[in-house]
């Protein structure tokens, strides 16, 4: 069976912690992954993205996540959160055979100020 | 950055009749998707859609659901006739072909059936 994991629903940090938010995936072959975000009421946007070379991607306001075949993960991390980092945060895995992108069920992260 | 469109933003409609969801996508963009998200859950894949045609769909994309984008235009999603179980928010995002994976998504469309 194909999926796209996040275990932890809710993650709850003080600003300026750091945070890791986790992904596990279980599909053999390529494979494509991304992490996006949604905030309250609105779309997902694109946050970075890895298919091959440097296991660790760059993404924009300060994320990165780190790809690994071993442990079929692709965890998010950020250094020191701000509270505006209070969203949803979802994972997509999307294998080269496919057109599209499957979701996980999402990690709410609450930055307390 | 680029923006996606979405039409209506909320629509209420009853049971049984029809309704049409609009997107209009980032200009330069030839991948379309429809995705439904039910009270902030899980974003479900419903259609695809490039060079005129569906490429693929799930299971959730029922024979009521159709999509089009007739000379350029809005992309759109019509269900006919609507259920209750539709319910839900309907996001749209396109893509790229030199980037497929980084989807831009429009804000969503809430979508009640009463």
């Known amino acids: 069976t194909q999926t796209v994991s996040q275990s932890d629903a809710h993650v709850t940090v003080f600003e300026g912690d750091s945070v890791e938010l986790r992904c596990n995936y279980s599909?053999?072959?390529?494979?494509?992954l991304s992490w996006y975000i949604q905030h309250h009421g609105r779309g997902l946007q694109f946050l970075l993205k890895?298919?091959?070379?440097?296991?660790v991607v760059q993404g924009v306001n300060g994320f990165e996540a780190e790809f690994s075949k071993s442990d079929s993960s692709f965890h998010l991390r950020k250094a020191s959160v701000h509270w505006s980092d209070s969203a949803v945060y979802f994972c997509?895995?999307?294998?080269?055979?496919?057109?599209?992108?499957?979701f996980g069920t999402g990690t709410k992260l609450q930055v307390v100020p | 950055g680029p923006k996606v469109l979405q039409i209506p933003s909320h629509q209420i409609i009853d049971m049984g009749q029809m309704v049409t969801l609009n997107c209009d996508p980032v200009?330069?963009?030839?991948?379309f998707y429809w995705y439904k998200q039910i009270l902030g859950q899980q974003m479900e894949f419903l259609v695809n859609f490039y060079n005129g045609k569906v490429m693929e769909k799930s299971k959730l994309f029922k024979d009521q659901f159709s999509v089009e984008r007739p000379d350029g235009s809005y992309f759109t999603l019509k269900i006919q006739p609507t259920a209750l179980e539709d319910s839900a928010v309907y996001f749209c995002?396109?893509?790229?072909?030199?980037?497929?994976?980084?989807?831009?998504f429009g804000p969503g469309t809430r979508l009640l059936v009463l």
């Open positions: 995002a396109s893509s790229s072909t030199s980037n497929q994976d980084t989807q831009y």
């Open positions: 200009s330069n963009h030839l991948y």
């Open positions: 599909y053999g072959g390529s494979i494509y």
């Open positions: 890895y298919y091959s070379g440097n296991p």
């Open positions: 997509a895995v999307r294998p080269n055979s496919g057109t599209y992108q499957r």
